[in-house]
């Protein structure tokens, strides 16, 4: 997209969801740019918000990520599922955009996960041996992830039981109305 500001124009590198945002040609716009500069190339990357061109310049900080890539997921991803996506260690969702396979994705996920978790906040704890076990258990029975955690979560944290029976009483999560 080119901008023009005081009879010169820019050319600035948008997310393709920001053109679906303004109003059109012509319109006042105020963007929050970031200047990338290469030995070869002045580059210019425009953002509506500030939150955004963070992001971009913490996807810039993780290895591999070059500002194509970055600006290609942030036109692709909103800034929340980006968060949750890394909080939640979820690559999927961001190998769904071009140019992000796995190994960059978990990448991303390992460089900006703490950066993402707020302040004064622990990230998940760790489970337990026993506790992964009720949750293979779970799932190995026909359970989503997120279905056998809530009934892990369930269980009783003080009361000192055998994985089996542990297992038995998350599957009583699943019979309760």
């Not at 055998?162 to 999560?173: C, G, H, N, P, Q």
């Amino acid at each position: 997209m080119v901008l023009r500001t005081g009879g010169v124009g820019f050319e600035v590198r948008v997310p393709l969801s920001l053109l679906a945002r303004i109003d059109g040609v012509g319109r006042p716009l105020e963007l929050f740019t970031h200047l990338h500069v290469r030995e070869n190339e002045l580059a210019l990357y425009g953002f509506l918000t500030q939150e955004d061109r963070s992001l971009f310049r913490l996807l810039l900080s993780v290895s591999g990520i070059g500002p194509k890539v970055a600006l290609a997921l942030l036109g692709t991803v909103s800034a929340d599922a980006l968060r949750q996506a890394v909080v939640q260690e979820e690559p999927g969702l961001l190998t769904r955009v071009p140019g992000i396979g796995p190994k960059t994705a978990k990448a991303i996920i390992f460089h900006l996960r703490d950066k993402f978790i707020p302040a004064g906040m622990q990230a998940a704890p760790l489970l337990s041996d026993a506790d992964a076990e009720v949750i293979a258990a779970l799932t190995g029975l026909g359970f989503s992830l997120v279905e056998a955690q809530g009934a892990l979560q369930s269980l009783p944290q003080n009361e000192d039981l055998s994985v089996e029976e542990r297992v038995r009483r998350a599957l009583t999560y699943f019979a309760a109305p």
